[in-house]
């Protein structure tokens, strides 16, 4: 994340740690294992939306345009 997006045309939103792209599980040490669920998203067209848009606005965008999807789970612990 933070870098330029992988596609020609597309927008990083910011993430969680408040900067732009993704960034990977990151859970407290010594918390405990965490479980995170993602899902993939193909989309059948583009969201257009600004990078600062609020993430309410974006996931109403991403699931309008939503033409298949796909879901894992991983759990993450960090000592």
């Known amino acids: 994340g933070g ?3 992988l596609v020609t045309g597309a927008t990083e939103g910011v993430n969680s740690f408040g900067d732009p792209g993704w960034a990977g599980p990151c ?11 993602f ?4 989309l059948d067209q583009a969201t257009e939306l ?5 993430t ?8 309008a345009a939503t033409a298949s999807s796909a879901t894992f789970t991983g ?3 960090r000592a």
Do not use: F, K, R
Request: without cysteine; aromatic residues 6%.
């Open 3 to 5: 870098g330029e997006p």
């Open 27 to 37: 859970p407290p040490p010594g918390d405990g294992p965490h479980t995170y669920q």
């Open 39 to 42: 899902t993939l998203h193909v």
């Open 50 to 54: 600004p990078a600062e848009s609020p």
């Open 56 to 63: 309410g606005d974006l996931l109403a965008a991403v699931d």
């Open 75 to 77: 759990t993450y612990e």
